[in-house]
């Protein structure tokens, strides 16, 4: 029987070899991970009767696999709801509300204005290829 190595027991590497053994079961699979548990960045902490998420606290429900994965997994994801439109970023020593509406966004000072003239040309940058990778999206020039 084949023996397959995954390096890294994020959600990459967790979901890569659940989907394997779900579709060949006679697969050797072993999963390694140099932290002193599974996870990667994704960490619920609960300390003083808070919940916080070290990392991701949502995802997109526009991929049907991503919800298909949770229910194989007999996870129920909770829909957002108004209070998560309240964001904060902690930056240079104070929480910094994200704004909720353009005029907030110009006003904010979360980005420079040429960051913000930046982020606006998005609206008008050329598009990459459907389902684009991370490292492509960082190379691929925009202007
Ligand atoms: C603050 C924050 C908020 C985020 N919010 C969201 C969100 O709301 N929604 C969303 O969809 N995404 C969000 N993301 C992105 C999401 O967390 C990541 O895309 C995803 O968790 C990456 O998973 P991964 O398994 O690819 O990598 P990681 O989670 O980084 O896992 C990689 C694992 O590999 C291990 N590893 C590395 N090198 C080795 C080695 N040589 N040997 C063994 N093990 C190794 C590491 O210890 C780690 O456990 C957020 C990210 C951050 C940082």
């Given at each position: 029987m084949k023996k397959i190595a995954i390096v890294g027991g994020g959600i990459s590497g967790l979901s890569a070899a659940y989907?394997?053994?779900d579709k060949i079961p006679e697969l050797d699979v072993m999963v390694f991970e140099a932290d002193d548990r599974p996870g990667g960045k994704i960490w619920t902490e609960r300390t003083n009767g808070?919940?916080?998420e070290k990392g991701p606290n949502g995802f997109l429900d526009n991929k049907?696999?991503?919800?298909?994965?949770?229910?194989?997994?007999?996870?129920?994801?909770v829909r957002s709801n108004e209070n998560s439109k309240k964001r904060f970023i902690f930056s240079e020593g104070r929480l910094k509300a994200l704004p909720e509406s353009p005029l907030s966004f110009l006003?904010?000072?979360?980005?420079s204005w040429g960051g913000k003239?930046?982020?606006?040309?998005?609206l008008k940058a050329p598009k990459g290829p459907a389902d684009e990778t991370v490292a492509d999206f960082i190379i691929r020039p925009t202007l």
């Open positions: 989907l394997l053994l808070f919940l916080c049907p696999k991503t919800l298909q994965l949770c229910s194989s997994l007999g996870l129920s994801p006003k904010s000072d979360l980005l003239f930046r982020l606006l040309y998005e």
